[in-house]
Nanobody, 122 residues
Framework: QVQLAQSGGGSVQPGGTLRLSCAPA????????LAWFRQAPGEERDGIAL???????FYDASVKGRFTISQDSAKNTLYLQMANLKFEDTAVYYC????????????????WGQGTQVTVSS
């Protein structure tokens, strides 16, 4: 069920940068984790970046050091800044929010964005 609106994405060459946005994404009395997942063709949806209400961020090893998750509380918007993109980053990216603490499990996230395609090609 789509409840969050995503923007950004597109096609980029290896080594390029992109930024994804997702709104409304905010911490409330029942939202404690904001996250980005991605799903490549034929594969499962995997978590790549989590942002806890405490301000702590968690990253999957595949994106750590290249991607940055952040939130603008004034705009209620979640961002994923992606740098040094690689071919293997090609996927549909989803934002999500959770009522519980941050986990990597898809089933723990209740609200989802519609997904946006990111393609890395030369």
């Amino acid at each position: 069920q789509v409840q969050l609106a995503q923007s950004g994405g597109g096609s980029v060459q290896p080594g390029g940068t992109l930024r994804l946005s997702c709104a409304p994404a905010k911490f409330t009395d029942d939202t404690f984790c904001l996250a980005w997942f991605r799903q490549a063709p034929g594969e499962e949806r995997d978590g790549i970046a989590l942002l806890s209400y405490t301000g702590k961020a968690f990253y999957d090893a595949s994106v750590k050091g290249r991607f940055t998750i952040s939130q603008d509380s004034a705009k209620n918007t979640l961002y994923l800044q992606m740098a040094n993109l690689k071919f293997e980053d090609t996927a549909v990216y989803y934002c999500a929010t959770s009522k519980g603490i941050c986990t990597w499990r898809v089933e723990d996230f209740a609200a989802w964005g519609q997904g946006t395609q990111v393609t890395v090609s030369s």
